[in-house]
């Protein structure tokens, strides 16, 4: 149930953040710059790496792959935070580039998908390794009770 909760979760934030604004610009209005123009031509920036890995991640733990959604997880929000050393971004359709000064929405909803992802893949993780370590139940008829 966790697991279904977190990747509902991580998907519905993930698709909230293609609607909002994602880098504050210093010139002109960067309007334009919403999380669905960052996935469909961001691709030229490192960050951007970690959608695909995102995708990963939620095929992996979909299919009860913890140890690879883990590590698609990690990998994407490892990648997805090297966008917090983006200092320039284009400004217009000319190319002109314009310094951040801030981070909108849209990013901090991205970052929190991923976040939700990669801790959804932990818990998973830990729980399955933790349920496979443990030493298997006593049968009720032990044999220290029949000699009594």
């Not at 010139?27 to 960050?47: A, E, H, R, T, W």
């Amino acid at each position: 149930m966790l697991r279904i909760a977190g990747l509902f979760l991580s998907v519905s934030l993930f698709i909230g953040s293609l609607g909002f604004n994602t880098l504050i610009l210093s010139k002109d209005n960067s309007s334009f710059l919403i999380g669905l123009v960052c996935l469909l031509l961001g691709f030229s920036y490192l960050p951007w790496f970690a959608n695909p890995l995102f995708v990963l991640g939620v095929m992996f733990l979909s299919l009860k792959r913890f140890w690879l959604a883990l590590a698609a997880s990690a990998t994407s929000a490892i990648l997805a935070t090297t966008a917090l050393f983006i200092r320039e971004a284009p400004y217009n359709e000319a190319g002109h580039m314009a310094s951040v000064v801030g981070y909108g929405p849209g990013f901090y909803l991205w970052l929190a998908s991923i976040s939700v992802l990669l801790f959804t893949s932990l818990v998973a993780t830990f729980l399955k390794t933790h349920h496979l370590t443990r030493p298997p139940p006593l049968p009720h008829g032990s044999a220290n009770d029949s000699q009594a």
